[in-house]
């Protein structure tokens, strides 16, 4: 009987995640990561069945890794403010980490939705716990009076939203700005110092 490696079966993760992420899922095939990977097509095929399981796997990472780091802000014994600061920079540095992985979720998910629903059978409970307990932190801050009512699902569409959009639009203002890479890299820096700022005074009653 075959024994999986976990070294072999993570480094097939890390080259589809790659290929992935440059190419999409339509343009990567499981001959191409197994070529990388220096192993042949079967191998692929006995760690992940599929190329759409092998998705599966990066997209679930990803989306667990997003939730973990939020989990994390809220569970801090610091102030709510500073909750929502430190998530707004978690957030913006995991974006900033894997930038181009807002374009794979966002046509993957357009053109397969069906992913979602089973992405969320694997992952269970953890979106609702998540939900739960920033859901449990504004109702405190709101009976408090330090915050505005508001949801936890319009909190963190505002961090979702302007976080994630300068990352869509960050290629074409790569290209038309012009700017050398420091300057490149002061934009983004200032840009989520501003995303703070503007989410921060949203939630003042």
């Known amino acids: 009987m075959q024994h999986k490696d976990n070294t072999t079966e993570q480094t097939i993760l890390e080259v589809a995640e790659n290929l992935f992420l440059d190419k999409g899922f339509a343009l990567t095939s499981t001959t191409e990561i197994a070529r990388i990977v220096g192993c042949n097509q079967a191998l692929v095929h006995y760690y992940f069945r599929s190329k759409e399981r092998l998705f599966e796997a990066v997209f679930e990472k990803h989306l667990k890794l997003f939730i973990h780091v939020f989990l994390e802000c809220v569970e801090q014994n610091i102030s709510f ?3 929502v600061r ?15 992985m807002p374009f ?14 089973l992405l969320k059978e694997k992952i269970g ?6 939900f739960s307990q ?13 915050i ?5 699902t319009d909190l963190m569409l505002t961090i979702l939203s302007l976080n ?3 990352f869509l639009a960050g290629p074409v203002l790569e290209v038309i700005s012009g700017m050398t890479e420091t300057e490149y890299h002061n934009f983004f820096e200032n840009r989520k110092r501003e995303n703070i700022t503007i989410i921060l005074k949203s939630l003042r009653p």
Do not use: V
Not at 91 to 99: E, G, I, T, V
């Open 164 to 166: 994630t959009m300068l």
């Open 86 to 100: 430190m998530k707004i920079e978690t957030h913006f540095d995991l974006l900033k980490a894997n930038p181009k």
């Open 104 to 117: 794979l979720f966002f046509n993957e998910m357009i053109a397969n939705p069906i992913r979602l629903n």
């Open 125 to 130: 409970a953890l979106p609702e716990t998540f």
């Open 81 to 83: 403010e500073e909750k």
């Open 148 to 152: 505005r009512p508001m949801k936890a």
């Open 134 to 146: 920033i859901e449990s932190e504004l109702k405190k801050e709101i009976e408090k009076g330090t």
